[in-house]
């Protein structure tokens, strides 16, 4: 399958491996590492060293508990990295950004997708930003924008302004998620039909982590066929999310992501997750660590290639 970006047409024959590259002092895993231009560069160089296929660079921090940035700060984080990235590179670059404006300034910046955590409904220009510069799209399910009263999406910001009446926030408080998803994905694929972005311009996330319950993270990731059914290729960000470090301390191992034998174990986790999602057919995998994730790949394929073989 294709994945048409700006200026890049991505021929998916496996999982891509996506790379994330924080830039924010407050990402919950590995904020204020890689936040000045320089450090954020040699992150960068290390990550395509060990075999990352793309890169996705975020300049707000989403996490629960995290602030609105300001569209200028965000732009001052994001678009010097990608411009000193394409001065030694041109590894396909997605930009973690809900914020028109800021997917505008890192595309003429040198991007090639943005990844729009809420799913075009964040902002309403986004849309349009995106048809004029015939860029890649990673539209994900933001439980939180959908379903803002739910006890778990309480400590997120609210991405934007509420696009629902409160007709549908009724109907939809007893629905369970994976029906939710659907809605979600409804409506995000109505406003990008409406901007003329082609299907071959997109890829669905389901949204682990955004305001959900453990279970329903492992039911959107079981989910993951049933997603694939809509005929777009998918993307699966479930790095370090904090219900795989709930999963770790049931089993009595650290999961302190402070300490490096707590992150060491997290990412284990995470790339279990990847190597379900290699099986599933997934089409990038967003990651913090890219070797654990490549491994998880590379026997994820053998044993399907063996399958097929026999």
Partial sequence: MKFVTKQRVMAIDQPLICAILNVTPDSFSDGGQHNEVTQAVEK??????QGADMLDIG???TRP???????????NRVVPVIQAIREFSDIPISVDTWKAPVAEACLQAG??????????IGDKAM??????????????????????????????????ESFLTAEELNSYANLDIIELMDIYFDKALALAEAAHIKPEQIMLDPGIGFGLTPEENLALINALPHLQGRGFLT??????KRFLAQLVAE?????DYTTEVGLQHVDTASAMISFLATQYGVHAIRVHSVQEHLLARQ????????????
């Fill in 65 to 75: 508990g995290s602030t609105y940035v300001e569209i200028h700060e965000e732009i």
């Fill in 235 to 240: 993307y699966l960000g479930v790095s370090r």
């Fill in 251 to 255: 089993v009595g191992l650290p999961n």
């Fill in 59 to 61: 300049g707000e921090s």
């Fill in 127 to 160: 849309a349009q930003v995106i048809a004029e510069h015939h860029a890649g799209l990673i539209l994900m399910f933001n439980p939180v924008k959908i379903r803002p009263n739910h006890p778990a999406a309480s400590r997120f910001p609210h991405f934007g």
């Fill in 299 to 310: 026997v994820a394929l053998a044993l399907k290639e063996n399958q097929e073989m026999r």
């Fill in 44 to 49: 960068a160089k290390e990550l395509i060293r």
């Fill in 111 to 120: 991007a090639n997708v943005i990844n729009d955590i809420t799913g075009l």
